[in-house]
């Protein structure tokens, strides 16, 4: 997993580079995170995963359809082009706050990325220095 900066161009266009676009397949979707924050990019089989999740759960529940209009009804899909960007819309960017020139940090988690604009990282990371994390009541082995 890595983290690293990269920089909006003008058309809205970030490149990803080589050993994620391995990891993650030519084709994949960005949208919302439940973080506003963030945007989330999945591989087409992680998205297709939790598009079935969101299909087995009853929406009967205003949050669950809220979520599921975010989540799935604003996703993107993208191709990565032959230099190895992918566009996205000025209005998911727009939803972190970044637009053509920001700086961005790009989380990848396996088969995903986060991201979110250089300068919510950089307050984030100084917080976060600030404490611990808390994860006594979930089940993560080997930390």
């Known amino acids: 997993m890595a983290r690293f900066m990269n920089k909006i161009d003008a058309k809205g266009r970030i490149f990803v580079p080589a050993k994620v676009r391995d990891k993650i ?3 994949m979707f960005v949208t919302v995170n ?3 924050n963030y945007l989330s990019v999945y591989s ?5 995963r ?17 979520a599921r209009r975010a989540i799935i009804g604003e996703a993107l899909e993208c191709e990565i082009d032959s230099q190895g ?6 209005e998911l960017w727009e939803r972190i706050g970044a637009k053509p020139s920001s700086e961005i940090c790009i989380y990848q988690l396996r088969d995903m990325l986060e991201i979110c604009t250089a300068a919510y990282y950089e307050s984030s990371k100084e917080s976060e220095a600030e404490g611990s994390f808390d994860l006594q009541n979930y089940e993560i082995r080997g930390l």
């Not at 960007?85 to 000025?90: A, D, F, L, M």
């Open 34 to 36: 439940q973080d506003k």
């Open 25 to 27: 397949g030519p084709r």
């Open 50 to 66: 939790i598009c079935d999740a969101f299909d087995n759960i009853p929406t009967t529940t205003p949050e669950i359809l809220k």
């Open 44 to 48: 087409e089989e992680r998205f297709d």
């Open 85 to 90: 960007r992918i566009s996205v819309t000025s």
